[in-house]
């Protein structure tokens, strides 16, 4: 994963945590039947260079 502004690899596997609260945010999108949710916890990327903060899924193919 590269930083789309300086092309330089950026620190991967940063922990998600919205400011003031102990859980983090999470990815959900309602599957095909009634109790099927999916749901992935995002991590972040960080670039060391410009401070360019993507968040990203490691298990994005059970979105498809
Ligand atoms: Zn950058």
Known sequence: MKCYQCDIKMILDCNVKVEGVMYGIK?????????????????????????????????????V
Request: with cysteine.
């Open 27 to 63: 990815i959900s999108k309602k599957g095909k039947g009634l109790f099927n949710n999916i749901s992935a916890k995002p991590k972040a990327a960080v670039c060391p260079n410009c401070g360019y903060v993507s968040f990203y899924i490691d298990d994005y193919k059970k979105f």
